[in-house]
């Protein structure tokens, strides 16, 4: 059963790793998706039966341990419940219907090979999330998918609204991090080594002694509703699923209708027992569930599209699915989410065929011709309970269905616009100033330590306000790549700085952070120097330069390099995040804000130096005026 378990988990790796490996070749590509979804299936298969002989355990699996101190462990840890059974069955199940349906669908498209490399990137990040036996796991697998979701969004790289709502939507994914981040942090300080999600359940088995106060506990659960709702684009962030459709329509289908959209759901069902202990917290998630349900249930009548109709109509019901989790209808959720997943996936599928045929039947009716005696005209749709309305409750409810309840402007608002604009009084400094200040702050800090005797530690206070203020100026940095890039590197060695002030005894876990962002930050830099050598757009900021298409080598690296300088989980420095973190949590939990929004904003800033270097039309690089947009955040 363990050897299946690690198979289910492997087999999307070895898709991923044959399909890099061969050439463009349709055929070869069709072949490698064909078996690898089928050796899948036979091992999910096999691992049910086994599971099943056995009774339908909760089988735990502790593959080996990465890192382990005194105070800190990091297992690769499984495990299977009747939660992750029915996701993987489903994630099975969908992905093998996609893979059958692109080997025609995507015949001839020139980035045919790149879409079955990302969708089985995708499942492998999907099955860890499923399969994962602790947080940490989970958040692995969780940035996997994150991250495939940006690629598959922005598919259609040659275009500009499919590029900015990529970046859009990977905005929306790292700010849930911060849940995330923040909730395996609380984890490791409440639960200690109790954290695995085999023994969640038992540390509330008992009502008169929970494993942490009532704020403990409900911060926790705020964290990880963020995590939740950002994930499943419930209130307030319903905007983005509707523009992640930009996407091929298998990849909609399979994303952002029937698996990743749910995500948030299983998060949820994960950690029932946290958010679930008080009724207050139930109650949140009934109210977001509700909040949800009313806005995306009226943005779908005025969606202009099929696919923006879907992706509302799902929205919607996974709305319903929180209010199902708040009354403690667990089962009821497993089964509406197979419901709704395998519902999605095919309206997505069919949707080109239904609008084709719509189009037909349209055009072969004559508009003028009454068809029926009460004079009623042609009409695709049914009348709603919208017209029963006065008039002006109607253009209200009209008016506010097509703003999406303006909730984008909300978040912008609230969010990244107070970033945006302490950034950019950073960067309007003189870099000379910037320099002063901080060397002043930091002599008169050190000051204080030898002439009062002031601990150590508080050294990392300024340490890590020069941290966050990094992030924000590469944040709000548009003209030039180099400071983006060298700010985000800046902001990293601070934050391991600043734990080694706060515990000099921490300086191999810094070095294991380090050794992950110092050698991303270097070739990035070198990437950025020989893709930039004869840049003609230096005044043009907001040019795409689509070196994808001219320089894919390079872009390559550059996309390695990005993902290292973010903490991905291909580079040491995704294990150094946790160990700060972890020795955050030991002696100054103060520190995990800051250092957690730095990580999110610098993982922003990069994407962004990722997506207008290497995305665009190589056709239109001379017509600068063609590809000047606005940033989306």
């Known amino acids: 059963m363990n050897g299946l378990l690690l198979t289910s988990q492997f087999i999307p790796l070895l898709g991923f790793l044959l399909i890099f490996l061969s050439d463009r070749n349709e055929k070869k590509i069709a072949t490698i998706s064909f078996w690898c979804s089928h050796a899948l299936g ?190 499943s684009a419930q209130f307030p962030f319903c905007f983005w699923l509707p523009r992640a459709m930009e996407g091929p329509t298998p990849s909609s289908a399979i994303f952002y209708g029937a698996l990743s959209v749910h995500l948030g759901v299983f998060l949820l069902l994960r950690t029932t027992p946290i958010w679930s202990y008080h009724y207050f917290t139930r109650f949140i998630v009934f109210v977001i569930g509700l909040l949800t ?172 306000v020069f941290m966050v203020l990094a992030s924000l100026s590469a944040f709000s940095q548009k003209h030039s790549p180099f400071s983006v890039w060298n700010a985000i590197g800046l902001s990293s060695i601070l934050a391991g700085t600043a734990i080694w002030f706060l515990n000099p005894a921490a300086w191999f876990d810094v070095a294991i952070f380090t050794s992950g962002i110092i050698p991303a930050w270097i070739l990035g830099l070198a990437v950025l120097a020989k893709l930039l050598k004869n840049d003609n757009f230096a005044d043009s900021p907001f040019v795409y330069r689509a070196m994808a298409e001219t320089q894919p080598k390079l872009s390559l690296l550059l996309f390695l390099s990005f993902l290292g300088l973010v903490g991905f989980p291909i580079s040491p420095a995704f294990l150094g995040e946790d160990l700060l973190l972890s020795q955050a949590s030991s002696h100054a939990p103060w520190f995990a804000l800051p250092i957690t929004i730095a990580f999110v904003i610098n993982g922003i800033a990069a994407a962004r130096v990722f997506q207008r270097l290497c995305m665009g039309r190589p056709a239109e690089v001379n017509d600068v005026t063609t590809e000047i947009v606005t940033e989306p955040f």
């Open 293 to 464: 349900v009313i806005v995306a249930s009226l943005s779908e009548k005025t969606q202009s599209n099929i696919k923006g109709q879907i992706a509302y109509a799902s929205i919607t019901q996974v709305g319903f699915m929180f209010m199902e989790l708040a009354l403690g209808l667990e089962t009821l959720v497993l089964v509406h989410f197979l419901g709704n997943a395998f519902l999605r996936c095919y309206q997505l599928l069919v949707s080109p065929s239904i609008v084709a045929h719509l189009l037909r039947v349209e055009g072969s009716a004559d508009t003028d011709f009454y068809i029926n005696n009460t004079g009623s005209r042609f009409q695709f749709l049914p009348v709603s309970i919208r017209n029963t309305l006065p008039e002006v409750l109607q253009n209200t409810l009209y008016v506010f269905s097509l703003q999406e309840g303006n909730l984008e402007l909300l978040v912008r608002s609230v969010l990244w616009n107070p970033l945006k604009r302490i950034g950019a009084t950073i960067n309007a400094m003189n870099p000379w100033i910037k320099l002063l200040n901080g060397l002043g702050i930091f002599a008169l800090a050190w000051l204080a330590i030898v002439a009062v005797g002031v601990n150590s530690k508080y050294l990392a206070i300024p340490v890590s």
């Open 42 to 231: 036979l091992s999910i298969a096999a691992l049910f039966v086994l599971w099943a002989v056995a009774g339908f355990p909760n089988h735990e699996y502790a593959w080996f341990t990465l890192y382990e101190t005194d105070e800190y462990s990091f297992p690769i840890l499984f495990y299977l419940d009747r939660v992750g059974a029915v996701y993987l069955f489903c994630t099975w199940a969908i992905f093998s219907i996609i893979v059958k349906y692109c080997r025609v669908y995507l015949h001839r498209e020139t980035g045919y090979k790149r879409f079955f490399l990302t969708i089985f990137g995708f499942l492998f990040g999907l099955n860890m999330v499923i399969l994962s036996g602790s947080i940490d796991m989970l958040f692995a697998g969780w940035e996997i998918v994150g991250i495939a979701s940006f690629l598959l969004i922005a598919f259609y790289r040659h275009r500009v609204q499919p590029v900015r709502n990529a970046l859009r939507a990977y905005t929306i994914y790292r700010f849930c991090d911060i849940g995330l981040l923040l909730g395996s942090w609380m984890s490791h300080l409440l639960f200690h080594e109790s954290q695995h999600f085999s023994q969640l359940a038992n540390l509330f088995d008992n009502p008169s002694m929970p494993p942490a106060g009532y704020g403990s506990l409900l911060l926790l659960s705020l964290l990880i509703l963020i995590a939740a709702s950002g994930k």
